[in-house]
Nanobody, 125 residues
Framework: QVQLVESGGGLVQPGGSLRLSCAAS????????MAWFRQAPGKEREFVAG????????YYADSVKGRFTISRDNAKNTVVLQMNSLKSEDAGVYYC??????????????????WGQGTQVTVSS
């Protein structure tokens, strides 16, 4: 199993940047493909970005391509989401998630048995 703890959320103005981090427990972090999801009030949880075990492959929702970057450091058991040019529609609770098996379906919440508690991102002037 793996336990995930997110940090780095907060209040930012439109156009600003935030860096979210997800710290994972355990010595097998490098075996888990990882992803970030977000959930706005009254909406379903949606995929934001994903990254393969070694970090070679990354995946993004169309709404964040070119603005967000996902990365991981397997030596430090962390995955990071760098968010630039933030918009009001980026606001929500951001969750880090881990899946056991790589392959298609990074955007499917059902493929992720492990979730963090979430960190709030507010984009407002």
């Amino acid at each position: 199993q793996v336990q995930l703890v997110e940090s780095g959320g907060g209040l930012v103005q439109p156009g600003g940047s935030l860096r979210l981090s997800c710290a994972a427990s355990g010595r097998t972090f490098s075996t888990y493909p990882m992803a970030w999801f977000r959930q706005a009030p009254g909406k379903e949880r949606e995929f934001v970005a994903g990254i393969s075990r070694g970090g070679r492959n990354t995946y993004y929702a169309d709404s964040v391509k070119g603005r967000f970057t996902i990365s991981r450091d397997n030596a430090k058991n962390t995955v990071v989401l760098q968010m630039n040019s933030l918009k009001s529609e980026d606001a929500g609770v951001y969750y880090c998630a881990a899946r056991r098996i790589d392959g298609s379906g990074y955007d499917n919440t059902g493929n992720y048995p492990y979730w963090g508690q979430g960190t709030q991102v507010t984009v407002s002037s």
